[in-house]
């Protein structure tokens, strides 16, 4: 449910144990501010999960302040049901594919900024990996990656094993990963698969 509040008569109002609903005003500052039930409930099983601060960069928006932003014309920033944010030292891949095993309905990662874009819209999923403004939705969020391919997946992956993020998977990302899964007990095949994920990203 979306609740709609003014600011000027809530200051100080907690939302759920740790937001409170100044992180929720549009920047700027319009005393009327739009959030969803559902997109704090997220948003606070993020903080227990990761057990660090949920900085919130951009959440509730007005549509003047949306454009001035470049956001789109039907941005859930609109109606409170998004939140931009970043996990304090955690890497947005790891925070998305989290909000990915609990069944959020739109998330987008992105890669190069650092940040992760949360929205609960009713109809339909979003999964977005974004980097340098390139977008990929992939059907699925994390496939099954090996020598030859590319992208912003690619990326992803390079960033998580800190190689150099050219989204092309060659020899160098290769070494890496049969490094890597040496030293975690998996099968060194240099295929990244759902288990390779996964010990990449939980936690
Ligand atoms: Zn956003």
Known sequence: MIKKYLFSENRGLRLSENFTLSEFVCADKNDEVLVSDE?????????????????????????????????????????GEAADFVVSGISPARVGYYLDKLGASG????????????DVRSK?????????????????????????????????????????ADGIFGNQTREAVKKYQRENDLDVDAYVGPLTWSALLDS
């Open 39 to 79: 997109l704090i409930a997220l948003l606070q099983r993020v903080r227990d999960h990761f057990g660090k601060p949920v900085i919130i960069t951009s959440a509730y928006r007005t549509a003047s302040h949306n454009k001035k932003v470049g956001g789109t014309s039907k941005s859930y920033h609109l109606t």
């Open 107 to 118: 998330i987008g990662v992105y890669l190069s900024s650092g940040f992760v874009h949360l």
């Open 124 to 164: 339909g999923k979003w999964r977005g990996l974004i980097s340098s403004g390139k977008e990929e939705n992939l059907s699925e969020y994390f496939p099954t990656l090996y020598k030859g391919k590319r992208g912003n997946s690619v990326r992803l992956l390079q960033t998580l094993l800190n190689v150099d």
